[in-house]
């Protein structure tokens, strides 16, 4: 518009031709970036900042970390904003190949996204999670209690069958025996969903809850363990060896997230401190 200005043609001219009002191109003029979008880039910049440090948070736990930074908004505007921008948590589920969907639940979702639980041994989480060494990917399959933040158990291996599920909750049950009635909350693998998995909760006495399919959200508590462990282990080095990664990954979980890792919502305590002081008995046996 200014250059045709500055070549002999009227502003009005332009505007008219363009059907363009007079106010709004002269308030652009004037402040050619409004306010609004001047606090949605302040905001876009804070999530993207803690979308490059976590990549594995999704936008509800990128608000925090905004919010830390001094850029507070509701989880709303933060979808929209991760949205728009294709910043996505690396453990968003993926479509199947060949526009294949998961199979059918074989649970009801009895969690409904509230991951909380009044005793120990109510509500427990799992999933599975890879990562590559030289030798291959090694797959871990852990068991989380809602109560404490504990891994209660965990199993891993070079292949991601059944198997590895009903081992963790076989680990589990050897740790945690008086653990009947416990809701055990899961995504669509097809590793749940196997007979060998339902055989197991069943001949444990456990209930199974299953969230919805591609919604990271039902099991996100799950997922920031998960995160943690990415961060903290797994992102750290290049691993040679699927035993290297093992050993490193235990030692991390029993030795620093259990004993070592304060938390905020358990009173700056530790899972195993947490247990410890609400019930010693189970603390001690586990």
């Known amino acids: 518009m200014s250059e045709l200005a500055d070549d ?79 910043w996505r948590s690396v453990f968003g589920k993926k479509r199947g190949k060949n526009g294949k969907r998961p199979g059918p639940p074989v649970h009801d979702d009895l969690v409904k996204r509230d991951f909380s639980a009044d005793d120990i041994n109510e509500l427990w989480l799992t999933d599975i999670t890879e990562h590559r060494t030289d030798e291959g990917k090694l797959y871990l399959c852990a068991i989380k209690d809602v109560f404490s933040g504990r891994i209660v158990g965990y199993s891993i291996s070079d292949r991601m069958k059944a198997r590895l599920a009903v081992n963790a909750l076989d680990n589990a049950i050897s740790r945690r025996r008086d653990a009947a009635g416990c809701i055990v909350h899961s995504d669509r693998g097809s590793q749940f969903r196997s007979r060998k998995f339902v055989h197991a909760l069943n001949r444990h006495h456990l209930i199974g809850s299953m969230g919805q399919a591609g919604a990271a959200g039902d099991n996100a508590a799950m997922e920031s363990f998960f995160s943690l462990l990415q961060k903290n282990v797994l992102d750290r080095k290049r691993w040679r060896t699927r035993e290297e990664l093992r050993i490193a990954i235990v030692t991390w979980i029993e030795r620093t997230y259990h004993r070592r890792r304060r938390q905020a919502r358990l009173g700056r305590l530790t899972p195993i401190e947490y247990e410890a002081i609400i019930n010693p008995a189970v603390s001690l046996a586990a």
Do not use: F
Not at 20 to 38: D, K
């Open 8 to 86: 002999g043609i009227p502003v009005a001219v332009s505007l008219r031709v363009l059907k363009l009002s007079r106010q709004p191109y002269y308030r652009w003029r004037h402040q050619q970036v409004t306010n609004a979008e001047l606090i949605e880039a302040y905001r876009a910049n804070a999530l993207l900042d803690a979308h490059r440090d976590d990549p594995e948070c999704g936008y509800r736990l990128l608000v925090d970390e905004a919010a830390e930074a001094g850029e507070k908004m509701c989880e709303r505007t933060a979808w929209k904003i991760c949205r728009d921008n294709q």
